[in-house]
């Protein structure tokens, strides 16, 4: 698969399904790959051309070492629908990504149809909070993101009994690169997208998670209660319902987006 140049980053991205299907791009969570969406391509490409990438600092893709910002992590998005001859498309993200994707949503609103905001925020957590995490990590290393990030991510019931997939997400923390973590983790410290609400014209759904820590329910009915044309779902999940949840999150996806 390719990768783009984009200001000073390699990025790699895929597609996945017809040529001649409305494109859909999908935008991962802090410290995952473009496989996190894995269990929902196979029922996507039924309907949609599927783009993914891993956002700069994640996976295939590299980024200079430094902070990093919600429209850094934009125009990247941008640059791979360019890349891919994209001029519109539906646009779904979790966490960090749909994050991204409300940026999209309020700043290039020509390039996007609908949006899928999941397990997200207008504002995720506190400048504090991040602050804290940034010094954390860089005194305990990706061995302590990891620690810090599965108990949120999942269920302490699917923890249990889906030790194989939680445990493939604790290696993909530990292969994020700490620079690339932390630089993330500044973008989030800084980005607060509440006060351009009114300009995300797009269809949105809302899929919250009723466990989760990072993003709790009441961010996501600000996101349904706030953005002009948004409706919100509720999974019994933590902060990867996408993962946890996958025929519920992908049905109500597809439902949606056809």
Excluded: K
């Amino acid at each position: 698969m390719p990768n783009i140049e984009v200001d000073g980053a390699s990025i790699w991205y895929s597609v996945d399904g017809r040529a001649e299907a409305p494109p859909l791009l999908l935008i991962h969570s802090l410290a995952t790959t473009h496989e996190l969406w894995a269990r929902q391509v196979p029922a996507f490409t039924a309907f949609a051309r599927v783009i993914r990438y891993d956002m700069r600092g994640h996976g295939r893709s590299t980024s200079p070492a430094g902070e990093l910002t919600i429209e850094r992590f934009g125009r990247d998005a941008l640059a791979v629908l360019d890349a891919a001859g994209v001029s519109r498309a539906d646009v779904a993200g979790v966490s960090l990504g749909g994050l991204t994707t409300v940026w999209l949503g309020a700043h290039a609103p020509d390039r996007v149809r609908r949006l899928v905001l999941a397990n997200t925020a207008a504002r995720i957590g506190t400048s504090d909070t991040w602050s804290a995490r940034i010094r954390a990590v860089r005194e305990g290393g990706m061995e302590l993101a990891a620690d810090l990030a599965i108990p949120r991510w999942f269920t302490d019931g699917f923890r249990e009994n889906h030790a194989d997939i939680v445990a493939a997400y604790r290696a993909m923390v530990l292969a994020c690169p700490l620079e690339s973590y932390v630089g993330a983790c500044a973008a989030l410290r800084d980005a607060d997208l509440r006060a351009g609400a009114q300009r995300i014209a797009a269809p949105a759904l809302v899929i919250a998670g009723s466990e989760d820590r990072s993003t709790p329910r009441a961010d996501s009915e600000w996101m349904r209660d706030n953005f002009p044309d948004a409706h919100m779902e509720l999974l019994e999940a933590a902060h990867l319902a996408n993962v946890e949840r996958p025929e519920e999150f992908t049905e109500l996806v597809r439902d949606f987006l056809v």
